[in-house]
């Protein structure tokens, strides 16, 4: 904890500007009046800071030779990560396959996949489909008849990979969510690792993120929430890898004195180009994919582009840019647009080839004969291909169907109460009788087996603090980490608000889990506290952190059968039921 947790308040990271110590004040604010006088400090420690080592002292409490110190250091990169995920992998597949039954949005998407994989387009089912899935372990035909779906194909058609490898069956179709799930852990400890300096703070994002009941009921749950949060995160880890190689090509072409020192130059900062920036594309990959999956993927990707373009004008404004503005706009935006938004719009479009190549006369997917039918002759006919006009015109359907959605449902809620997980979802209840289905002999009276899909509180309720920490380091500190953090909250949170009228549920708030994990680890190591406080501050910053992730792991493990639909005696469910709105 001495050096790992350090990250938070070092001088080196902890903003795009000068240390304190090192800079005149008042010349550093007179910059923007065209001051150019350069700021003391190495530039390219500035731009591209060193990731955070243990320090000497640790080694020594814990006996390790120096030569082993440095090899653990350099392995634990990749090694703590790997084990983090690893734990979240064995939570996530241990008895996947139960309950076996269709819970809650599975019946649609399980079925829907399962037709996406043989078909290409989405069918409809009988009413029985679902009892005669479980019990002929999915031998059943697939009917024939297009059905009228409301989400585009990429989230069902991974859940159909599961259903391929493994069988339509629970195991099978929830096999995708489940690794992508494991996967995402693993995002996140990279992610974190690299947003902080730090691989100790990067593991703990991670597992916190394991040990959040919200994201380990979505993994092990064919919908399609999961599938979207994996992508939205990859796309965040995308651009913070191209965020750290860019600096480092600037600062790399910037001049050197002849102490050795890099120094600001405001030519090269203004004109220097960046190359094709490869994880850009992959960012604008990721994005397509993301809203392949769920159309709300779209705020994500209007705040995410903002947020690389003003990483691109802080880049060149440390680098001595005058004019970082008009520099990015010059030098980045153009390529920058080219590999996210024209990359997106394919990757989506490309999502729906099984859809475009289904036939046309009334035999293929929904909608797909509409140019040829009831679309037939209008007036951009002779522009555009017929599937094209066909795709549109399902799209604008969708939309006025997800705009217009207000069927009330019993566990739909506001988004005013989803940080304090006011109203949770509820995917499968059964009442065994004492002996049954895992229900203790002496239990009594019945049982409950519930799938509750619910964050750990501790977790969330920390989170509530953590964000308005997040936005104070922001506002007064300038910490771009912390802007980061909150423009991801921000992406997958406020565009609810918009729509309150409409059917929603807490569930949807998976998406920018992975950012209240990182907001509650940024607030940890700040409550650690940096290496120059007192070993008194310290350890009791220690001793606070280490107790509220104590007590994360702790609700975690009391809310267990609550995620996993375990038969526990009905006094038990009882005691778990914190707020009377989760009943």
Known sequence: MTSTASSMDSTDYRQDHAPQDQRPSWRQRLRRFGYTAEPGGDVRERLS???????????????????????????SGWGGPLLVTLMAGVLRFWNLGSPKAVIFDETYYAKDAWALVHRGFEVNWDKNANDLVLSSGGDVPIPADAAYVVHPPVGKFFIGLGELMFGFDPFGWRFMTALLGTLSVLMLCRIGRRLFRSTFLGCLAGALMALDGLHF????????????????????????????????????????????????????AETARLGWRPWRWAAGLMLGLAIGTKWNALYVMVAFCLMAVLWDVAARRVAGARRPYWAVLRRDTGLAFVATVPVALVTYVASWTGWIM?????????????????????GWSWLFPDWLRSLWHYETQVYEFHTHLTSPHPYQSNPWSWLVLGRPVSYFY???????????????????????????????????????FVLWRWF????????????????????????????????????????????????????????????????????????LVLLI???????????????????????????????
């Open 49 to 75: 800071p060193p990731f955070a080592e243990p320090g000497p002292r640790l080694w020594q409490v814990l006996g390790i030779p120096h030569l082993w110190a440095g090899r653990i250091a350099r392995w």
């Open 217 to 268: 009921v979505m993994s092990r749950a064919a919908l399609l929430d999961g599938v979207l949060m994996f992508f939205v995160l990859a796309t965040f880890g995308c651009l913070l890898v191209d965020r750290d190689k860019a600096r480092a090509r600037l600062g790399a072409a910037l001049p050197v004195d002849e102490d050795g020192r890099c120094r600001p130059n405001a030519h090269i």
């Open 358 to 378: 289904s036939a046309d006369n009334g035999s293929g997917g929904y909608y797909r004969d509409w140019a040829a039918g009831d679309g037939k002759g209008s």
């Open 430 to 468: 059964e009442s065994p009788a004492p002996g049954k289905e895992g229900c203790p002999v002496d239990a009594g009276e019945k049982c409950a087996r519930e799938v509750l899909a619910i964050g750990t509180p501790l977790l969330w309720w920390a989170a509530c603090f953590a964000i308005l």
């Open 476 to 547: 007064f500190r300038r910490d771009w980490r912390a802007g980061a953090i909150a423009c991801g909250i921000a992406a997958g949170y406020l565009p609810w608000f918009l729509y309150q009228e409409r059917t929603i549920f807490l569930f949807y708030a998976v998406v920018f889990l992975p950012f209240l994990c990182l907001a509650v680890t940024m607030m940890i190591g700040a409550l650690v506290g940096r290496p120059g406080k007192g070993d008194t501050r310290r350890v009791a910053g220690a001793t606070a952190a280490g107790v």
């Open 553 to 583: 792991a702790w609700n975690f493990i009391y809310f267990y059968p609550l995620y996993t639909g375990q038969a526990i005696p009905i006094d038990s469910w009882r005691s778990r039921m914190w707020l009377d709105t989760w009943v």
